[in-house]
């Protein structure tokens, strides 16, 4: 095998699309050795005595890749979000969450192409919170200038290297004047220095919101810090199909880590009835991330084909039911993999 991946099944449904996937990766010919860890409730079953052990930590470390499933994170208590915790410690800062209309899926919009970049570090996710007495509560929003910068000359980049021409800066600058002040100047000074070949412009979060529900042909990339790219990726996610159909990346300078933008969805965990498309297509872009970092052509022309088959599977009608078709997670899986198999091999 050529590469090596740590596949990080996760809590609730993660499983069951995590097994969706890496048989359909394996089905069409991605030369992936996996390697299995924990992390989550799932971690804790397996007698772990942390959410996020130290092997699942070194695993990525090590290979510098990894395909996860949900984590759950209680509400309101309990262990802080596993997902945040991997995303700060592997200093994953940029989120990429690409949200487009497929052929097979008749939703509102048929011309939705756009993609979500999310400042993944801080923001309200820093996690500090104080009581400052009974009854009053603080939630700090952090904002750094160094993290600004990093994630704007990343946002530019990545539309820059996938033909895109236009990026959206969402922002609550009139309100919260200096952090997103301070995000906003950084995303105009970056892009006035080095990235004026690509249309640029900025947008009160609220009203954007607006826009992309009435017209989301209009959005090209959308830049934004962490809550508002968690809350507009999910938005975006309606325009489409739902989270069923929603991949997703965290990008490092060193790693990366693949993982839907779902959750663990516990009201249907267990019962065959996930979506696994939304991981799967997270997949899809792990094999042309390591196309494009490590040079292997294989990976471009096996994501290529799990595309088509997918693609193919939504079109003949072969559906999970959160998209209107009758099959549960292994079924699609099934239909996925027939395809390829039907599929001529590349020569
Ligand atoms: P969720 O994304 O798990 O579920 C929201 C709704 O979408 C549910 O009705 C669910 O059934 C449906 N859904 C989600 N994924 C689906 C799929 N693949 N196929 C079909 N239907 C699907 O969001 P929720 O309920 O807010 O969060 C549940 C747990 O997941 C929480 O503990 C949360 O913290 C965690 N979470 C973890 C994430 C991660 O690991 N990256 C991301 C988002 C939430």
């Given at each position: 095998?050529k590469?090596?991946?740590?596949?990080?099944?996760?809590?609730?449904?993660?499983?069951?699309v995590?097994?969706?996937?890496?048989?359909?990766?394996?089905?069409?010919?991605?030369?992936?050795?996996?390697i299995?860890?924990?992390?989550?409730?799932?971690a804790?079953?397996r007698?772990?005595?942390?959410?996020?052990?130290?092997?699942?930590?070194?695993?990525?470390?090590?290979?510098?890749?990894?395909?996860?499933?949900?984590?759950?994170?209680?509400?309101?208590?309990?262990?802080?979000s596993?997902?945040v915790?991997?995303?700060?410690?592997?200093?994953?800062?940029?989120?990429?969450?690409?949200?487009?209309?497929?052929?097979?899926?008749r939703?509102?919009?048929?011309?939705?192409?756009?993609?979500?970049?999310?400042?993944?570090?801080e923001?309200?996710?820093?996690?500090?919170?104080?009581?400052i007495?009974e009854?009053?509560?603080?939630s700090?929003?952090?904002?750094?200038?160094?993290?600004?910068?990093?994630?704007?000359?990343?946002?530019?980049?990545?539309?820059?290297?996938r033909?895109?021409?236009?990026?959206?800066?969402?922002?609550?600058?009139?309100?919260?004047?200096?952090?997103?002040?301070?995000f906003?100047?950084?995303?105009?000074?970056?892009?006035?220095?080095n990235?004026?070949?690509?249309?640029y412009?900025?947008q009160?979060?609220?009203?954007?919101c607006?826009?992309?529900?009435?017209?989301?042909?209009?959005?090209d990339?959308?830049?934004?810090?962490?809550?508002?790219?968690?809350?507009?990726?999910?938005?975006?996610?309606?325009?489409?199909?739902g989270?069923?159909?929603t991949?997703?990346?965290?990008?490092?300078?060193?790693?990366?880590?693949?993982?839907?933008?779902?959750?663990?969805?516990?009201d249907?965990?267990?019962?065959?009835?996930?979506?696994?498309?939304?991981?799967?297509?997270?997949?899809?872009?792990?094999?042309?991330?390591?196309?494009?970092?490590?040079?292997?052509?294989?990976?471009?022309?096996?994501?290529?084909?799990?595309?088509?088959?997918?693609?193919?599977?939504?079109?003949?009608?072969?559906?999970?039911?959160d998209?209107?078709?009758?099959?549960?997670?292994?079924?699609?899986?099934?239909a996925?993999?027939?395809?390829?198999?039907?599929?001529?091999?590349?020569?």
């Amino acid at each position: 095998m050529k590469h090596t991946v740590v596949l990080i099944p996760g809590d609730g449904i993660g499983p069951e699309v995590a097994d969706a996937t890496r048989r359909i990766l394996t089905t069409a010919g991605a030369e992936i050795a996996w390697i299995e860890r924990y992390a989550g409730v799932a971690a804790l079953d397996r007698g772990a005595d942390t959410v996020l052990p130290e092997d699942t930590m070194h695993a990525i470390l090590e290979h510098g890749v990894a395909l996860k499933g949900p984590c759950t994170t209680p509400i309101g208590g309990g262990f802080s979000s596993i997902n945040v915790a991997l995303r700060k410690k592997l200093n994953l800062y940029g989120a990429v969450r690409p949200v487009r209309s497929l052929e097979g899926v008749r939703t509102r919009y048929d011309d939705v192409d756009l993609i979500v970049v999310r400042e993944n570090t801080e923001g309200l996710y820093a996690g500090i919170e104080n009581v400052i007495t009974e009854g009053v509560i603080t939630s700090l929003k952090v904002a750094t200038e160094e993290a600004c910068r990093r994630i704007s000359r990343f946002g530019f980049e990545y539309a820059r290297s996938r033909g895109r021409r236009r990026v959206t800066v969402f922002h609550k600058a009139n309100i919260m004047k200096l952090s997103d002040g301070l995000f906003l100047r950084c995303a105009h000074e970056e892009h006035e220095r080095n990235y004026s070949d690509l249309e640029y412009e900025e947008q009160i979060i609220d009203a954007g919101c607006m826009r992309i529900v009435q017209d989301p042909s209009r959005f090209d990339v959308i830049l934004c810090e962490n809550l508002y790219g968690d809350v507009i990726s999910d938005l975006c996610a309606g325009l489409v199909g739902g989270l069923g159909v929603t991949p997703g990346a965290n990008f490092g300078d060193e790693h990366a880590v693949f993982e839907a933008v779902h959750g663990s969805a516990p009201d249907i965990a267990g019962q065959d009835l996930a979506n696994p498309l939304a991981l799967l297509m997270s997949g899809v872009m792990m094999l042309r991330h390591l196309a494009e970092t490590r040079s292997d052509e294989a990976c471009t022309v096996v994501a290529d084909r799990i595309r088509d088959a997918y693609n193919a599977c939504l079109l003949r009608g072969e559906r999970t039911r959160d998209l209107g078709g009758e099959l549960g997670t292994r079924g699609f899986a099934d239909a996925v993999c027939r395809e390829l198999d039907r599929m001529p091999v590349p020569a």
